[in-house]
């Protein structure tokens, strides 16, 4: 039993009636992007077809009304992730593009020679190659806190990895590749206490978790559009108001200013600062519908589906005999990695793709994941809350056909 209307609720997803190879589609390739409900997508073709215009520069009824429309979208997303105020939200391409602006701006002013930039083992490539290169040019050195075997991360560890040299903490919410949900209200009460600041790599939980900003007292929280409903290309970083207003802006050009000439730019206010140029106005309005999307569903009821999805998908693919599941933190998200014994991950997630079942296979941008547990990758299913249990019925008994087929010793 849905504790809310399912059939509704998929029937407002166009994709989800779609046919792959003439069979129902399955899509559990949620983390890597989540599918659009239709007022999404009409959102986007009602601004191309009725009042696409630049913003903030025109006079003239469809600039203005364009202009209205994305700012709107501000005060959203500030309620959404309840942030004190809409200056505190920027509107970016997503997560890798929110993480860049910070290591490139807070960054490359705070952190020098000898610093530590403080991660986790469990981190999306956008949460490690950025910060890489930004030890690389300022001979910082960047620190991991260690995951155990669970893929929890070891917190004991924390307080001695916190020290005098740290100087900036940036750790994933939920790991997209094992779906552990990390404590980083506690990381951040930790790092706070030695004065450290700390961005949330909020990817993975936005779509997952009612996020609140001001509770978790991040200094950073990111997050991508196309994981939440939303459009691809769209994202936000929020950045508490004096932290952004202390940092040099990103990108130089239009918007970004406030006045210039050859000799002296001076700079917009925060947000403005960091948005140089035309922004993409469309998929923030498109965003917002997004948002308006989430707020009309029961919430708490969309968790607790999620989590009783989990635990069957769990239940039936544990038991699965080959199958060796990747993560399993006592805290997780609806996603669920996994190796089987003698299959390639890659096979079996092509041949499930057959049945119309979409799952995806790799290292999921978390190579060191992957290393970790000594594997080239996994497959993984991810689950939102418009998945059924008959779709899981359909991947476990397929899976289980995959098996059959591709395992050596079962072929005799
Ligand atoms: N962080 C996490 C945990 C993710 O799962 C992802 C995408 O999969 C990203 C960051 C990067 O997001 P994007 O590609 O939307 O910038």
């Known amino acids: 039993m849905t504790p809310f209307n399912i059939n509704k609720i998929r029937s407002e997803f ?4 779609e046919k792959a190879y003439g069979k129902p589609l399955v899509y559990f390739d949620n983390a890597a992007s989540s599918q659009k409900p239709k007022v999404v997508i009409d959102a986007l ?7 696409n215009a630049n913003i903030h520069r025109g006079v003239h009824f469809l600039s203005q009304k364009a202009s209205a429309a994305f700012d709107a979208v501000r005060e959203k997303v500030k309620t959404f992730i309840n942030a004190t105020s809409e200056r505190e939200i920027i509107f970016v391409r997503g997560t890798t593009e929110a993480i860049n602006l910070v290591a490139s701006t ?3 002013k705070n952190i020098g020679q000898g610093d530590e930039i403080l991660i986790s083992a469990m981190e999306h490539h956008s949460n490690i190659v950025p910060w890489q290169m930004l030890c690389e040019e300022k001979g910082a050195v960047l620190k991991v806190i260690p995951m155990n075997e669970k893929g929890e991360l070891m917190m004991n560890e924390l307080p001695a990895l916190l ?25 951040i009460r930790q790092a706070h206490a030695k004065g450290i600041p700390v961005l949330v790599d909020g990817a993975q939980s936005t779509a997952h978790e009612i996020i609140d900003v001001q509770d978790l007292d ?39 200013i406030s006045s210039v000439s050859f000799e002296k730019t001076t700079y917009n206010e925060v947000p403005f600062k ?20 989430w707020n009309q569903l029961d919430r708490q009821a969309v968790s607790a589906w999620e989590k009783e999805l989990l635990n069957y998908a769990t239940k039936l693919i544990s038991e699965i005999p080959a199958v060796r599941l990747i993560g399993t933190a006592e805290n997780k998200a609806s996603v669920i990695s996994f190796v089987i014994e003698g299959v390639n991950a890659l096979d079996a997630g ?3 793709d057959t049945k119309g079942i979409a799952v995806r ?52």
């Open 274 to 293: 960091f948005e140089a140029g035309t922004p993409n106005i469309a998929d923030v309005i498109a965003l917002g519908t997004a948002i308006d999307y």
């Open 350 to 352: 092509m041949f499930l």
């Open 45 to 51: 073709v009602d601004y191309y077809s009725s009042y």
């Open 163 to 187: 020290t005098e040299k740290t100087k900036f903490v940036s750790v994933v919410h939920i790991s997209n590749s094992l779906g552990t949900i990390n404590p980083v209200k506690e990381i």
């Open 218 to 256: 991040a200094d950073f929280f990111t997050f991508s559009g196309h994981k939440i409903l939303g459009p691809t290309g769209v994202g936000c970083l929020y950045g508490k108001l004096h932290l952004l207003e202390a940092m040099p802006p990103y990108h130089g050009g239009g918007e970004m």
């Open 14 to 17: 166009p994709i989800l009636s």
């Open 106 to 108: 807070y960054g490359r």
């Open 361 to 412: 296979t790799g290292h999921h941008c978390t190579e060191p994941v992957m290393q970790f547990f000594k594997i080239p990758g996994t497959l993984r299913a991810s689950f939102m809350f418009y998945n059924t249990k008959e779709e899981i019925d359909s991947l476990v008994e397929n899976l289980t056909k995959a098996i059959a087929l591709l395992q050596p010793h079962s072929v005799a």
